[in-house]
């Protein structure tokens, strides 16, 4: 099985050019995932960082608050206000902590409803209803929740009309439903699927706690959630999504997501591994066949056959590894398929997939910006 890599890809559909870059304005300047944002927004040739918006940082410049991007750009971070961006933008990022992020949604759009939103919290993924039930507290803006389209990047729908808003999934629900998917669209799901998700320390933010500050971390390992993660009503939700678009007749699928996280001493990653028995009948062939149909075309997934993925090889980049071996000796007779997937949190698990997303809503190609090198089309 070879990898699949971009130059095997078809080429990129010309989109039109917008003078000077549509302005896009970022929130939650000073974290880890606005500096990816900023990172990939300076060097995309079709958005142009307008405004970074920082409640700790503003009035610094971009090259003290990120001192990686110091001389790349003279940019001063604004109040986190309407009144403090230079100009309407086309596009607002939210990479604010979940619970915060609605209410500044709420009020940036009043004064600019046309703007695009794209939220990279856990605010606009779920129902209002199972978000109160997950998050512990109620939705404060439940009727902007109808706006937000949702789900991974790779299984956009071809829009007429691109949404308002796109809440992109977390990092670890990337992983795990990246490396579920081919088997809902084929409806093999049944019974528990345990998924196994391992992180890196940069998954839980800036601000260091007991057991994400790099000392507790560095030379261990461990398990937590264990009795129940809150990631998993979006995980099961975006894997149900794909099985609903799926043109394969099979009964519903009844499966139960058993998902464990576990915490590795690596600041970046998300290495994510599901083991599923398959309904009788399903063997190696048949988990190949899903595998290779499922990510036809797809830009950013790499399909390894049954080899690993590795964390290290997605570092700084958009793309996620996926590597599968499905075995008929296992589970009494049924196969059982193990399907692994590794990506970048920080990029393919937020920036990269938030942009990745926001090329397809201003109708551009979805590599544009994220594939050094990669020619296209304005
Ligand atoms: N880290 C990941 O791997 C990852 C992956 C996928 C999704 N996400 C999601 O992306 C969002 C950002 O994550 P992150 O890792 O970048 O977190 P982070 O490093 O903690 O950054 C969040 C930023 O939001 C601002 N902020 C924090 N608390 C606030 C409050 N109470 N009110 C207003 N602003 C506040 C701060 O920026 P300023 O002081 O500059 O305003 C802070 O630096 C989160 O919702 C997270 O769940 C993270």
């Known amino acids: ?27 939650g300047g000073s974290g880890y995932v606005a500096r990816e944002l900023v990172r990939i927004l300076l060097g995309h040739p079709a958005f142009r960082l307008s405004a970074l918006l920082s409640r700790s940082a503003a009035g610094k410049p971009l090259g003290e608050v990120h001192p990686e991007l110091a001389g790349v750009r003279d940019l001063t971070c604004s109040a986190v206000s309407p009144e403090a961006l230079p100009e309407k933008p086309a596009f607002l990022f939210s990479a604010l902590p979940h619970g915060v992020s609605m209410s500044h949604i709420a009020k940036f759009w009043e004064a600019f409803p046309e703007t695009k939103v794209v939220d990279l919290s856990a605010d606009f993924r779920l129902p209002p209803d199972t978000y109160g039930k997950t998050y512990g507290h109620a939705h404060e803006a ?42 809902s669209a084929r409806r ?22 007991q057991t994400t500050h790099h000392p507790e971390r560095a030379e261990s390992f461990r398990a937590y959630g264990l009795s129940g993660h809150r990631h998993e009503p979006e995980m099961v939700r975006n894997t149900e999504s794909v099985a609903g678009r799926s043109s394969h007749a099979r009964p519903s699928q009844r499966w139960h997501l058993r998902f464990t996280p576990h915490s590795a001493p690596m600041t970046r990653g998300i290495f994510a591994h599901i083991q599923a028995v398959l309904p009788e009948g399903v063997g190696p062939k048949d988990v ?37 071996a499905a075995s008929a000796s296992e589970g009494g007779g049924r196969s059982v398929a193990r399907v692994l997937c590794a990506i970048d949190n920080l990029v393919k698990g937020a920036a990269g997939q938030a942009i990745q997303v926001a090329n397809r809503m201003a109708g551009l190609d979805e590599r544009v910006g994220l594939i050094p090198g990669f020619e296209y089309d304005l």
Do not use: Q
């Open 1 to 27: 099985m070879t990898r699949k890599t971009p130059k095997e890809m078809p080429p990129a559909k010309p989109a039109a050019a917008v003078a000077g870059g549509l302005p896009v304005a970022v929130l």
């Open 142 to 183: 439940p009727a902007l929740c109808e706006r937000f389209a949702w789900g991974t990047a790779e299984w956009l729908p071809e829009w007429k009309h691109s949404p308002a808003a796109y809440a992109t999934p977390g990092c670890f629900t990337t992983a795990v439903s990246l490396a579920l998917a081919p088997l």
């Open 288 to 324: 190949d066949e899903a595998m290779e149909e499922s990510y036809k075309g797809k830009p950013f997934i790499r399909l390894l056959g049954a080899h690993s993925p590795e964390v290290r090889s997605v570092t700084g980049t958009n793309f996620a590894e996926i590597g599968w």
């Open 188 to 209: 093999w799901l049944d019974g528990d699927v345990a998924a196994f998700g391992v992180t890196g320390s940069t998954g839980s933010g800036a601000s260091p706690s």
